[in-house]
């Protein structure tokens, strides 16, 4: 109701023109979503090279491949390994990588989320299905207007030889969250 209200307002002021928003709006529901970053992940998991780089510096090597644009100016890739599990919130409000995965979800704007990710990222994990080794560390990454975060799950075994295409079908918004794992193959 806020937001109609002030897009309403603004309207009426002649300050934004309805067709420009519902252009940005149809830009981030239709055309980015997680298949973006899917792409990015499956092309790390076949790509060595490519990796190296995304890790290095993430924004340069996305946007080279078409992902950028608001809430993207800064991104870092952060790798999933059998030693530490990376999970990503932003405590403040709902900061995400919309060149990557779209527009955030709503559990990830909530409070619940982003209070309890911090203190009991474990309990969090475990009710999105997630269980860890004990072993395995948990790191919480908080996102910032400075910087984003996209998770590098761990690649699925069984996935030899598969192609970009088939390796990005096994990536979910969840795993690239680090509130899921990358499917396994059937
Ligand atoms: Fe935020």
């Known amino acids: 109701m806020r937001v109609k209200a002030l897009e309403t307002l603004l309207t009426e002021k002649g300050l ?46 996305v946007a080279e491949l078409g ?18 599990h990376n999970v990503i919130v932003c405590t403040l409000c709902s900061c995400y990588p919309w060149p990557l995965l779209g527009i955030p979800p709503g559990w990830y704007k909530s409070d619940a989320y982003r209070a309890r990710v911090v203190r009991e990222p474990r309990a969090v994990l475990a009710e999105f299905g ?5 072993g395995q560390a948990v790191r919480v990454w908080d996102s910032t207007a400075e910087m984003r975060y996209l998770v590098l ?14 390796l990005a079908a096994l990536v979910t918004r969840d795993a690239m969250v680090g509130t899921g794992l990358a499917t396994v193959p059937q």
């Open 153 to 166: 799950p761990m690649r699925p075994e069984g996935t030899e030889g598969m192609s970009v295409e088939e």
């Open 16 to 61: 934004v023109d309805p067709a420009a928003l519902d252009a940005i709006i149809d830009i981030y529901q239709n055309q980015v979503g997680p298949q973006n970053g899917a792409l990015v992940v499956a092309k790390a998991w076949a790509d060595p090279v490519f990796k190296a780089r995304l890790l290095a510096d993430a924004t340069e090597v």
């Open 67 to 84: 992902f950028y644009g608001r809430q993207g100016e800064h991104i870092t890739v952060v790798e999933n390994t059998l030693e530490r």
């Open 130 to 134: 997630v269980v860890l080794p004990e």
